[in-house]
């Protein structure tokens, strides 16, 4: 639908031609042929505007695996499963190891980012999960240990928060999204210093869980 019912000529440009890369139909299939336009920015199919015009937006080139997946959906027999988004607890464990692996799903076609379990991780390995739809990236991600680099006697410790930035600045050459999913470097950080005592009230305890909701300082 036009942002108007009325345009008058002077804000209309008709009888123009693309040969293609120009522009495509909001159901992402590239337009070759006649089109017209409006001062107000909307390009619509037809030399001038009728019953058969459909709205046009700006070219841009999908991936061969978004190309893949939309050729082929209506092939797929294969009953895939929704990833699931995961909220992660951290352990006494983790704090331990000083790292976790943080799961990152991206939907190649609305390039959406979600962080998912390690059994949906399991899911997508045997093929559970659209790999035609979904790209799968590992995060090692620093939790404990210094927070900040710090120089001590002409020797430099690598902090968390800059340990973390550079890895999401390597994998982000493989999801460039991944410079916009993370805003907080220094998430689920925890002092190593401190662990939960054990609960003498569980038979098993290794793995009580701590908030995941710790205060973020950057």
């Known amino acids: 639908m036009r942002n108007k ?15 293609g890369k120009e522009y495509m139909t909001q159901d992402r299939i590239e337009y070759i042929g006649l089109y017209h336009r409006y001062l107000t920015g909307e390009v619509y199919t037809q030399p001038v505007f009728s019953k058969q015009s459909r709205k046009l937006i700006k070219y841009k080139e999908e991936s061969n695996s978004s190309k893949l ?13 929704t990833p ?5 607890q951290i352990t006494n464990e983790d704090i331990k190891n000083k790292s976790i692996t943080r799961n990152i ?5 609305s390039k959406k980012l979600i962080e998912i379990s390690d059994d949906t991780v399991k899911l997508y390995n ?5 790999k035609n ?14 927070l900040n680099t710090t ?10 928060v800059e340990q973390n930035i550079r890895e999401v600045e390597i994998k982000s050459k493989k999801m460039p999204e991944l410079l916009k999913y993370f805003t907080s470097f220094s998430e689920f950080y925890t002092d190593d210093t401190y ?14 869980n701590i908030s995941a909701n710790s205060t973020s300082l950057y």
């Open 5 to 19: 019912e009325y345009y008058s000529p002077e804000e209309t440009i008709t009888d123009q031609y693309t040969i």
């Open 69 to 81: 997946y939309r050729k082929n959906k209506s092939k797929l027999k294969t009953k895939f499963q």
């Open 84 to 88: 699931v988004e995961h909220r992660i």
């Open 105 to 109: 799903l991206k939907n190649v076609s």
């Open 126 to 130: 045997k093929q559970k999960i659209d």
């Open 133 to 146: 739809l979904y790209q799968l990236i590992k995060i090692k991600w620093v939790i404990a240990g210094p």
């Open 151 to 160: 120089t001590l006697n002409n020797v430099i410790e690598i902090g968390a």
């Open 195 to 208: 662990i939960i005592p054990t609960n003498i009230n569980t038979s098993s305890n290794s793995n009580s």
